[in-house]
Protein backbone atom coordinates (compact mmCIF):
# COMPACT_ATOMS: atom_id res chain seq x y z
CA UNK A 1 0.00 0.00 0.00
CA UNK A 2 1.35 3.23 -0.50
CA UNK A 3 2.49 5.66 1.72
CA UNK A 4 -0.26 8.84 1.77
CA UNK A 5 0.76 12.03 1.16
CA UNK A 6 1.30 14.01 4.58
CA UNK A 7 -0.37 17.72 4.49
CA UNK A 8 2.23 19.03 7.51
CA UNK A 9 0.66 22.57 7.01
CA UNK A 10 -2.88 21.44 7.25
CA UNK A 11 -1.91 18.85 10.18
CA UNK A 12 0.47 21.72 12.12
CA UNK A 13 -2.93 24.11 11.90
CA UNK A 14 -5.08 21.71 13.39
CA UNK A 15 -2.23 21.09 16.02
CA UNK A 16 -2.23 24.93 17.01
CA UNK A 17 -5.48 24.50 18.00
CA UNK A 18 -5.05 21.42 20.42
CA UNK A 19 -4.51 21.28 23.70
CA UNK A 20 -2.68 18.44 25.53
CA UNK A 21 -2.85 17.65 29.26
CA UNK A 22 0.73 16.01 30.20
CA UNK A 23 1.54 14.50 34.09
CA UNK A 24 4.50 12.97 35.33
CA UNK A 25 8.07 13.59 36.94
CA UNK A 26 9.48 17.07 36.16
CA UNK A 27 13.30 17.42 36.71
CA UNK A 28 15.66 19.92 36.17
CA UNK A 29 18.55 19.08 33.89
CA UNK A 30 21.71 20.78 33.93
CA UNK A 31 24.79 20.12 31.06
CA UNK A 32 28.11 20.64 32.15
CA UNK A 33 30.52 21.02 28.22
CA UNK A 34 34.16 20.62 28.43
CA UNK A 35 37.13 19.44 26.72
CA UNK A 36 38.65 16.06 28.29
CA UNK A 37 42.11 17.29 29.18
CA UNK A 38 43.71 14.94 30.93
CA UNK A 39 43.62 11.70 32.90
CA UNK A 40 43.32 12.10 36.62
CA UNK A 41 45.98 11.39 39.04
CA UNK A 42 43.55 10.54 41.78
CA UNK A 43 41.39 8.09 39.95
CA UNK A 44 41.81 6.38 36.69
CA UNK A 45 39.07 8.91 35.04
CA UNK A 46 39.19 11.76 32.54
CA UNK A 47 39.29 15.32 33.57
CA UNK A 48 36.98 17.73 31.84
CA UNK A 49 37.96 21.16 32.14
CA UNK A 50 34.81 23.03 32.11
CA UNK A 51 33.72 25.70 30.03
CA UNK A 52 30.16 26.12 29.61
CA UNK A 53 26.79 25.09 31.09
CA UNK A 54 23.06 24.44 30.27
CA UNK A 55 20.04 24.33 32.30
CA UNK A 56 16.99 23.13 30.98
CA UNK A 57 13.50 21.86 32.28
CA UNK A 58 13.38 17.64 31.84
CA UNK A 59 12.09 14.42 32.11
CA UNK A 60 8.11 15.30 31.80
CA UNK A 61 8.60 18.83 31.82
CA UNK A 62 10.75 18.53 28.42
CA UNK A 63 7.35 16.65 26.77
CA UNK A 64 5.53 19.76 27.93
CA UNK A 65 8.27 21.85 26.00
CA UNK A 66 7.82 20.14 22.77
CA UNK A 67 3.98 19.75 22.77
CA UNK A 68 4.51 23.55 23.12
CA UNK A 69 7.24 24.01 20.89
CA UNK A 70 5.06 22.01 18.38
CA UNK A 71 2.37 24.18 17.98
CA UNK A 72 -0.44 22.89 20.82
CA UNK A 73 -0.92 24.63 24.58
CA UNK A 74 0.13 22.16 27.42
CA UNK A 75 -1.51 22.20 30.51
CA UNK A 76 1.05 20.26 32.77
CA UNK A 77 0.61 18.73 36.09
CA UNK A 78 4.21 17.86 38.13
CA UNK A 79 5.82 17.73 41.72
CA UNK A 80 8.82 19.49 42.38
CA UNK A 81 10.10 20.13 46.24
CA UNK A 82 10.27 23.36 48.24
CA UNK A 83 14.11 24.07 47.23
CA UNK A 84 16.12 25.56 44.76
CA UNK A 85 15.36 23.53 41.86
CA UNK A 86 11.84 23.54 42.61
CA UNK A 87 11.78 27.46 42.24
CA UNK A 88 13.49 27.74 39.08
CA UNK A 89 11.66 24.97 37.40
CA UNK A 90 8.28 26.94 38.57
CA UNK A 91 9.74 30.44 37.30
CA UNK A 92 11.00 28.64 34.33
CA UNK A 93 7.52 26.79 33.27
CA UNK A 94 5.76 30.57 33.83
CA UNK A 95 8.18 31.74 31.71
CA UNK A 96 7.62 29.39 28.62
CA UNK A 97 5.28 30.39 26.31
CA UNK A 98 2.30 27.73 25.48
CA UNK A 99 2.62 25.71 28.95
CA UNK A 100 0.08 26.55 31.28
CA UNK A 101 1.60 24.25 34.98
CA UNK A 102 0.35 23.29 38.17
CA UNK A 103 2.36 22.09 40.06
CA UNK A 104 1.86 20.45 43.34
CA UNK A 105 4.67 20.88 46.48
CA UNK A 106 5.98 18.13 48.44
CA UNK A 107 8.04 20.77 50.96
CA UNK A 108 9.42 16.54 52.03
CA UNK A 109 11.21 15.79 49.34
CA UNK A 110 13.88 17.24 46.70
CA UNK A 111 13.06 18.69 43.72
CA UNK A 112 14.49 15.56 41.36
CA UNK A 113 18.03 17.21 39.59
CA UNK A 114 20.56 15.44 36.93
CA UNK A 115 23.52 17.09 36.22
CA UNK A 116 25.53 15.79 33.42
CA UNK A 117 29.20 16.41 32.58
CA UNK A 118 30.07 15.99 28.59
CA UNK A 119 32.69 15.85 26.10
CA UNK A 120 32.54 19.14 23.71
CA UNK A 121 34.71 17.43 21.38
CA UNK A 122 33.51 13.87 21.44
CA UNK A 123 29.54 14.67 22.08
CA UNK A 124 30.25 12.03 25.44
CA UNK A 125 28.49 11.82 28.20
CA UNK A 126 30.92 11.19 30.61
CA UNK A 127 29.48 11.27 34.24
CA UNK A 128 25.78 12.31 35.87
CA UNK A 129 25.31 13.05 38.82
CA UNK A 130 21.45 12.61 40.42
CA UNK A 131 19.90 14.16 43.48
CA UNK A 132 16.60 12.81 43.73
CA UNK A 133 14.36 10.53 46.32
CA UNK A 134 12.73 8.01 43.56
CA UNK A 135 9.46 6.96 45.65
CA UNK A 136 5.66 7.32 45.41
CA UNK A 137 4.20 10.38 46.37
CA UNK A 138 2.73 10.40 49.78
CA UNK A 139 -1.19 9.51 50.37
CA UNK A 140 -1.47 13.53 50.93
CA UNK A 141 0.47 14.71 47.94
CA UNK A 142 -1.49 12.04 45.87
CA UNK A 143 -4.76 13.39 46.68
CA UNK A 144 -3.27 17.02 45.65
CA UNK A 145 -2.27 15.81 42.32
CA UNK A 146 -5.60 14.04 41.82
CA UNK A 147 -7.24 17.32 42.35
CA UNK A 148 -5.02 18.93 40.39
CA UNK A 149 -5.45 16.77 37.47
CA UNK A 150 -9.00 16.15 37.35
CA UNK A 151 -10.49 19.19 36.20
CA UNK A 152 -8.25 19.71 33.52
CA UNK A 153 -9.47 16.65 31.44
CA UNK A 154 -12.25 18.29 29.97
CA UNK A 155 -10.17 21.37 28.21
CA UNK A 156 -7.63 18.60 27.27
CA UNK A 157 -7.95 16.96 23.76
CA UNK A 158 -5.54 13.92 24.73
CA UNK A 159 -3.96 13.38 27.89
CA UNK A 160 0.12 12.14 28.35
CA UNK A 161 1.33 10.15 31.15
CA UNK A 162 5.11 10.86 31.10
CA UNK A 163 6.28 8.19 33.52
CA UNK A 164 10.06 8.58 34.92
CA UNK A 165 9.47 6.27 38.09
CA UNK A 166 9.81 9.65 40.64
CA UNK A 167 7.15 9.11 41.84
CA UNK A 168 4.18 11.40 41.03
CA UNK A 169 2.19 8.11 38.62
CA UNK A 170 1.29 6.52 41.30
CA UNK A 171 -0.83 3.17 40.65
CA UNK A 172 -3.71 5.86 42.47
CA UNK A 173 -2.66 8.79 40.31
CA UNK A 174 -3.01 6.80 36.89
CA UNK A 175 -6.09 4.92 37.83
CA UNK A 176 -7.96 7.87 38.44
CA UNK A 177 -6.71 9.76 35.44
CA UNK A 178 -7.17 7.06 32.96
CA UNK A 179 -10.72 6.13 33.90
CA UNK A 180 -11.72 10.33 34.01
CA UNK A 181 -9.98 10.61 30.44
CA UNK A 182 -12.36 7.42 29.20
CA UNK A 183 -15.31 8.67 30.71
CA UNK A 184 -15.04 12.20 29.10
CA UNK A 185 -13.96 10.09 25.42
CA UNK A 186 -10.12 11.62 25.93
CA UNK A 187 -7.22 9.25 24.58
CA UNK A 188 -4.67 8.79 26.70
CA UNK A 189 -0.71 8.31 25.64
CA UNK A 190 1.37 6.40 28.29
CA UNK A 191 5.00 6.25 28.09
CA UNK A 192 5.45 3.65 30.60
CA UNK A 193 8.07 3.06 33.54
CA UNK A 194 6.73 0.10 35.41
CA UNK A 195 6.79 -3.53 34.09
CA UNK A 196 3.34 -4.22 35.42
CA UNK A 197 1.19 -2.41 32.33
CA UNK A 198 -1.97 -3.65 34.26
CA UNK A 199 -1.62 -0.24 36.12
CA UNK A 200 -2.30 1.52 32.67
CA UNK A 201 -5.12 -0.10 31.95
CA UNK A 202 -7.83 1.27 29.48
CA UNK A 203 -4.86 3.59 27.87
CA UNK A 204 -5.07 4.12 24.51
CA UNK A 205 -1.46 3.73 23.69
CA UNK A 206 2.08 2.43 25.19
CA UNK A 207 5.12 3.83 23.85
CA UNK A 208 7.89 1.95 25.90
CA UNK A 209 11.42 1.86 24.23
CA UNK A 210 12.62 -1.71 22.82
CA UNK A 211 13.96 -2.74 26.65
CA UNK A 212 11.61 -1.92 28.44
CA UNK A 213 8.90 -3.50 25.95
CA UNK A 214 11.28 -6.82 25.55
CA UNK A 215 11.84 -6.43 30.05
CA UNK A 216 7.67 -6.25 30.25
CA UNK A 217 7.43 -9.21 27.60
CA UNK A 218 9.98 -11.48 28.57
CA UNK A 219 11.08 -11.42 25.08
CA UNK A 220 13.64 -10.68 23.15
CA UNK A 221 12.08 -7.88 20.87
CA UNK A 222 15.07 -7.47 18.08
CA UNK A 223 12.62 -7.56 15.14
CA UNK A 224 9.39 -5.86 13.78
CA UNK A 225 7.27 -9.40 13.65
CA UNK A 226 9.18 -10.39 17.42
CA UNK A 227 7.96 -7.43 18.49
CA UNK A 228 4.27 -8.22 16.91
CA UNK A 229 4.08 -11.48 18.42
CA UNK A 230 4.82 -10.53 21.80
CA UNK A 231 2.09 -7.69 21.51
CA UNK A 232 -0.92 -9.59 22.05
CA UNK A 233 -0.65 -10.78 25.31
CA UNK A 234 -0.18 -7.67 26.72
CA UNK A 235 -2.16 -5.49 24.76
CA UNK A 236 -4.94 -7.92 25.84
CA UNK A 237 -3.84 -7.39 29.70
CA UNK A 238 -3.61 -3.39 29.47
CA UNK A 239 -6.56 -2.86 27.15
CA UNK A 240 -4.96 -0.52 25.26
CA UNK A 241 -5.49 0.10 21.17
CA UNK A 242 -1.74 -0.42 20.67
CA UNK A 243 1.34 -0.49 21.58
CA UNK A 244 4.65 1.31 19.70
CA UNK A 245 7.88 0.28 20.81
CA UNK A 246 10.85 2.56 19.91
CA UNK A 247 14.30 1.04 18.80
CA UNK A 248 16.80 3.95 18.31
CA UNK A 249 18.16 3.90 15.11
CA UNK A 250 16.27 0.72 14.27
CA UNK A 251 13.03 2.80 13.85
CA UNK A 252 10.03 2.26 15.69
CA UNK A 253 7.20 -0.44 15.25
CA UNK A 254 3.29 0.22 16.06
CA UNK A 255 1.40 -2.75 16.81
CA UNK A 256 -2.22 -1.86 16.75
CA UNK A 257 -4.90 -4.04 18.69
CA UNK A 258 -7.01 -4.11 15.27
CA UNK A 259 -5.16 -4.24 11.48
CA UNK A 260 -1.51 -4.56 10.36
CA UNK A 261 1.32 -3.50 12.39
CA UNK A 262 3.30 -0.33 10.76
CA UNK A 263 7.20 -0.14 10.79
CA UNK A 264 8.43 3.30 10.33
CA UNK A 265 12.48 3.55 10.10
CA UNK A 266 14.81 5.98 11.50
CA UNK A 267 15.63 9.08 9.77
CA UNK A 268 19.33 8.71 8.92
CA UNK A 269 21.18 11.44 11.18
CA UNK A 270 24.39 12.11 13.08
CA UNK A 271 23.20 11.23 16.29
CA UNK A 272 24.77 14.74 19.14
CA UNK A 273 22.55 14.00 22.24
CA UNK A 274 19.95 10.92 22.78
CA UNK A 275 19.11 13.27 26.04
CA UNK A 276 14.88 13.41 25.86
CA UNK A 277 14.45 11.92 22.22
CA UNK A 278 11.49 9.47 24.00
CA UNK A 279 10.05 12.73 25.63
CA UNK A 280 9.73 14.15 21.58
CA UNK A 281 8.52 11.03 20.32
CA UNK A 282 5.45 11.18 23.06
CA UNK A 283 5.12 15.11 23.06
CA UNK A 284 5.33 14.38 18.58
CA UNK A 285 2.58 11.22 18.70
CA UNK A 286 0.69 13.49 21.22
CA UNK A 287 0.00 17.04 18.72
CA UNK A 288 -0.12 14.70 15.95
CA UNK A 289 -3.62 12.34 17.48
CA UNK A 290 -4.72 15.45 19.44
CA UNK A 291 -4.76 16.94 15.56
CA UNK A 292 -6.78 13.70 14.36
CA UNK A 293 -3.90 11.97 12.30
CA UNK A 294 -3.85 8.39 11.88
CA UNK A 295 -1.48 6.00 13.05
CA UNK A 296 0.97 6.00 9.64
CA UNK A 297 1.03 9.76 9.99
CA UNK A 298 1.80 10.05 13.76
CA UNK A 299 4.75 7.91 13.29
CA UNK A 300 6.02 9.50 10.81
CA UNK A 301 5.96 12.71 12.64
CA UNK A 302 7.42 10.93 15.74
CA UNK A 303 10.32 9.77 14.41
CA UNK A 304 11.30 12.84 12.21
CA UNK A 305 11.22 14.99 15.42
CA UNK A 306 13.34 12.30 16.91
CA UNK A 307 15.66 12.53 14.20
CA UNK A 308 16.07 16.32 14.65
CA UNK A 309 16.31 16.28 18.69
CA UNK A 310 19.50 13.87 18.49
CA UNK A 311 20.87 16.42 16.56
CA UNK A 312 21.07 18.85 19.16
CA UNK A 313 22.80 18.91 22.36
CA UNK A 314 21.20 18.78 25.72
CA UNK A 315 17.67 18.33 26.46
CA UNK A 316 15.97 19.81 23.12
CA UNK A 317 13.15 20.49 22.14
CA UNK A 318 12.14 20.41 18.43
CA UNK A 319 9.96 23.07 16.74
CA UNK A 320 7.28 22.90 14.48
CA UNK A 321 9.62 24.77 11.66
CA UNK A 322 12.35 22.35 12.48
CA UNK A 323 9.70 19.43 12.00
CA UNK A 324 8.27 20.48 8.48
CA UNK A 325 12.40 20.69 7.02
CA UNK A 326 13.05 17.21 8.44
CA UNK A 327 10.27 15.60 7.03
CA UNK A 328 9.23 17.81 3.71
CA UNK A 329 11.26 16.85 0.49
CA UNK A 330 13.91 19.55 0.27
CA UNK A 331 12.62 20.66 -3.12
CA UNK A 332 9.02 21.88 -1.11
CA UNK A 333 11.04 23.65 0.83
CA UNK A 334 13.61 25.56 -1.16
CA UNK A 335 11.50 28.55 -1.93
CA UNK A 336 10.36 29.55 1.47
CA UNK A 337 14.15 28.67 2.89
CA UNK A 338 16.10 30.57 0.50
CA UNK A 339 14.04 33.04 -0.76
CA UNK A 340 13.47 37.04 0.97
CA UNK A 341 12.58 40.18 0.42
CA UNK A 342 15.27 42.80 0.58
CA UNK A 343 13.44 44.03 3.53
CA UNK A 344 13.07 40.65 5.20
CA UNK A 345 15.59 38.62 7.47
CA UNK A 346 18.65 39.09 5.47
CA UNK A 347 20.69 40.21 8.32
CA UNK A 348 19.82 37.07 10.85
CA UNK A 349 21.14 35.00 7.45
CA UNK A 350 24.12 37.27 6.89
CA UNK A 351 25.00 37.48 10.46
CA UNK A 352 24.95 33.43 11.07
CA UNK A 353 27.18 32.80 8.15
CA UNK A 354 29.80 35.19 9.33
CA UNK A 355 29.84 33.84 12.84
CA UNK A 356 30.47 30.71 10.79
CA UNK A 357 33.20 32.19 9.29
CA UNK A 358 31.69 31.53 5.61
CA UNK A 359 32.83 33.27 2.35
CA UNK A 360 30.04 35.12 1.20
CA UNK A 361 29.36 35.40 -2.87
CA UNK A 362 26.79 38.02 -4.43
CA UNK A 363 25.58 37.64 -8.23
CA UNK A 364 22.66 39.09 -10.01
CA UNK A 365 19.99 39.91 -12.72
CA UNK A 366 16.61 39.54 -13.80
CA UNK A 367 16.68 35.61 -14.84
CA UNK A 368 13.31 36.23 -16.63
CA UNK A 369 13.74 33.15 -18.43
CA UNK A 370 16.77 30.80 -16.72
CA UNK A 371 18.85 29.11 -19.72
CA UNK A 372 22.06 27.41 -19.59
CA UNK A 373 24.40 30.78 -19.44
CA UNK A 374 22.49 31.64 -16.08
CA UNK A 375 23.44 28.17 -14.67
CA UNK A 376 27.03 28.42 -16.21
CA UNK A 377 27.72 31.88 -14.48
CA UNK A 378 25.51 30.87 -10.38
CA UNK A 379 27.42 27.72 -10.60
CA UNK A 380 30.49 29.29 -11.28
CA UNK A 381 29.90 31.52 -9.01
CA UNK A 382 29.06 29.27 -6.06
CA UNK A 383 32.49 27.91 -6.74
CA UNK A 384 34.09 31.05 -5.80
CA UNK A 385 32.24 31.06 -2.15
CA UNK A 386 30.88 29.16 0.73
CA UNK A 387 27.42 30.61 0.01
CA UNK A 388 26.01 32.31 -3.12
CA UNK A 389 23.56 35.17 -2.80
CA UNK A 390 21.45 35.89 -6.01
CA UNK A 391 20.00 39.50 -6.18
CA UNK A 392 16.59 39.44 -8.48
CA UNK A 393 15.67 42.46 -9.95
CA UNK A 394 11.53 43.12 -9.35
CA UNK A 395 8.99 43.00 -11.58
CA UNK A 396 8.72 46.88 -11.35
CA UNK A 397 12.46 46.83 -12.32
CA UNK A 398 12.77 44.75 -14.52
CA UNK A 399 9.98 46.64 -16.48
CA UNK A 400 12.24 49.70 -16.50
CA UNK A 401 15.17 47.82 -17.80
CA UNK A 402 13.48 45.73 -20.43
CA UNK A 403 10.35 46.83 -21.10
CA UNK A 404 6.51 47.09 -20.76
CA UNK A 405 6.33 43.45 -21.87
CA UNK A 406 8.82 41.93 -19.38
CA UNK A 407 9.36 40.05 -17.32
CA UNK A 408 7.69 36.76 -18.52
CA UNK A 409 7.54 35.33 -14.99
CA UNK A 410 6.55 37.49 -12.28
CA UNK A 411 9.18 37.83 -9.42
CA UNK A 412 7.30 35.23 -7.27
CA UNK A 413 8.32 32.74 -10.12
CA UNK A 414 11.67 33.51 -10.90
CA UNK A 415 12.66 33.16 -7.48
CA UNK A 416 11.37 30.00 -7.11
CA UNK A 417 13.53 28.79 -9.97
CA UNK A 418 16.66 30.34 -8.76
CA UNK A 419 15.52 28.76 -5.41
CA UNK A 420 15.43 25.34 -6.46
CA UNK A 421 19.47 25.31 -8.05
CA UNK A 422 21.66 23.61 -5.60
CA UNK A 423 24.15 26.01 -6.17
CA UNK A 424 21.78 29.30 -4.88
CA UNK A 425 21.34 29.50 -1.35
CA UNK A 426 19.53 32.64 -0.87
CA UNK A 427 17.48 34.94 -3.48
CA UNK A 428 16.77 38.67 -2.46
CA UNK A 429 14.17 40.56 -4.71
CA UNK A 430 15.50 44.21 -4.70
CA UNK A 431 13.33 47.19 -6.43
CA UNK A 432 15.97 49.72 -7.74
CA UNK A 433 17.83 49.56 -10.97
CA UNK A 434 20.80 47.78 -9.53
CA UNK A 435 21.73 46.17 -6.34
CA UNK A 436 24.12 48.73 -5.04
CA UNK A 437 22.39 49.30 -2.24
CA UNK A 438 22.00 45.62 -1.19
CA UNK A 439 25.73 45.16 -2.36
CA UNK A 440 26.11 47.85 0.88
CA UNK A 441 24.62 45.85 3.05
CA UNK A 442 25.95 42.31 2.12
CA UNK A 443 29.69 43.52 1.85
CA UNK A 444 30.07 40.25 -0.16
CA UNK A 445 33.71 39.22 -0.31
CA UNK A 446 33.40 37.89 -4.05
CA UNK A 447 31.19 39.70 -6.64
CA UNK A 448 30.17 37.50 -9.70
CA UNK A 449 29.31 38.52 -13.31
CA UNK A 450 29.45 36.86 -16.50
CA UNK A 451 32.41 37.80 -18.84
CA UNK A 452 30.37 40.32 -21.07
CA UNK A 453 31.02 42.87 -18.65
CA UNK A 454 34.22 44.57 -17.46
CA UNK A 455 35.28 45.02 -14.07
CA UNK A 456 34.75 48.69 -13.91
CA UNK A 457 31.61 48.15 -15.31
CA UNK A 458 30.13 45.54 -12.73
CA UNK A 459 27.92 47.47 -10.03
CA UNK A 460 29.45 47.83 -6.53
CA UNK A 461 33.24 46.73 -7.08
CA UNK A 462 34.55 49.21 -5.49
CA UNK A 463 32.27 48.31 -2.43
CA UNK A 464 33.59 44.93 -2.56
CA UNK A 465 37.27 45.46 -3.52
CA UNK A 466 37.44 48.49 -0.73
CA UNK A 467 36.59 45.75 2.03
CA UNK A 468 39.25 43.19 0.59
CA UNK A 469 36.59 41.17 -1.55
CA UNK A 470 37.32 40.28 -5.49
CA UNK A 471 35.31 40.57 -8.81
CA UNK A 472 35.09 37.38 -10.72
CA UNK A 473 33.96 37.29 -14.32
CA UNK A 474 32.86 34.36 -15.55
CA UNK A 475 32.84 33.89 -19.49
CA UNK A 476 29.60 33.42 -20.67
CA UNK A 477 28.12 30.75 -22.75
CA UNK A 478 27.58 31.72 -26.19
CA UNK A 479 24.16 31.18 -28.17
CA UNK A 480 21.88 31.98 -24.86
CA UNK A 481 19.80 35.24 -24.36
CA UNK A 482 16.93 35.37 -22.59
CA UNK A 483 15.91 38.49 -24.95
CA UNK A 484 16.24 36.30 -27.94
CA UNK A 485 14.11 33.72 -26.25
CA UNK A 486 11.09 35.75 -25.74
CA UNK A 487 11.78 36.73 -29.02
CA UNK A 488 11.52 33.20 -30.36
CA UNK A 489 8.64 32.27 -28.37
CA UNK A 490 6.75 35.47 -29.62
CA UNK A 491 7.21 34.17 -33.60
CA UNK A 492 9.95 36.46 -33.95
CA UNK A 493 11.92 33.38 -35.65
CA UNK A 494 15.32 32.62 -34.90
Not at 38 to 51: C, F, G, K, L, T
Not at 256 to 265: C, D, K, L, T
Not at 449 to 455: H, I, V
Request: glycine letters at 8%.
Amino acid sequence: MATPILDFDALAQAISGRTVLCIGDIMLDEFVYGEVSRISPEAPAPVIAAQRSEIHIGGAGNVARNIASLGARCVFVGLVGEDDAGKRLTAALADHAGIESALVCDPSRPTTRKVRFVSEHFSTHMLRADWEQAQAASDEVETKLIEAILPQIARADIVLLSDYAKGVLTARVIRHTIDAARTAGKPVIVDPKSLNWAIYRGATLLTPNRKEFAEATRSRADTPQSIVDASEDVMRLADCEAILVTQGEHGMTLVPRHGEAIHVPAFPVKVRDVSGAGDTVAAALAVSIAAGADWDTALRIASAAAAVAVGKQGTASVSAAELRRKILPHATLAAEEKVVSATGSLEAQLAEWKREGLRIGFTNGCFDILHPGHVKVLTAARAACDRLIVGLNSDASVRRLKGADRPVQDERARAEVLAALEAVDLVVVFEEDTPIDLIRRITPSVLVKGGDYTREQVVGHEVVEAAGGVVVLVDILQGFSTTALVHRARGGGK
